[in-house]
């Protein structure tokens, strides 16, 4: 089985989390979607960025001591576009997300929902 982590929200890197999304994951592909359209300078996007490789370097390591194949994209876009054509190019069977409260996290769901091309997860996670 073949899963994709879009990296949102940095909880990602909890360990409860990555146990979860990882079971039964012969691979893992880890996404960082930079978009642009939600960020409000240069810097908050830079500084966005940072701090998801931060927790996508966390995740891979965790990922390895499991003796899973793990793999970082880093793509520009929208969220919700990017992260299906992503799954669809990768040939994903699941997403999985860490649960979220707000319209944009509903929105996000709902959007990639519809698609039968992959199954969808959301996972809550306590903050650590």
Not at 4 to 11: A, E, R
Not at 53 to 77: D, H, P, Y
Request: without cysteine; charged residues 30%; glycine residues 4%.
């Amino acid at each position: 089985m073949h899963v994709l982590v879009p990296i949102l929200t940095n909880l990602e890197a909890n360990d409860e989390f990555i146990d979860k999304a990882a079971k039964g994951a012969k691979r893992v592909t880890l996404l960082i979607v930079v978009d642009t359209s939600l960020q409000n300078s240069f810097g908050s996007t830079a500084s966005s960025l940072a701090q998801a490789q931060l927790a996508a370097e966390r995740i891979k390591t965790a990922l390895g001591k499991k003796r899973k194949a793990s793999e970082l994209l880093v793509e520009w876009g929208s969220l919700e576009s990017t992260i299906d054509r992503i799954a669809k190019l990768k040939g994903i069977n699941r997403i999985v997300l860490v649960k979220q409260k707000g319209r944009a996290f509903k929105r996000l769901v709902r959007a990639l929902s519809k698609s039968t091309a992959y199954k969808l997860e959301t996972i809550e996670v306590r903050e650590q």
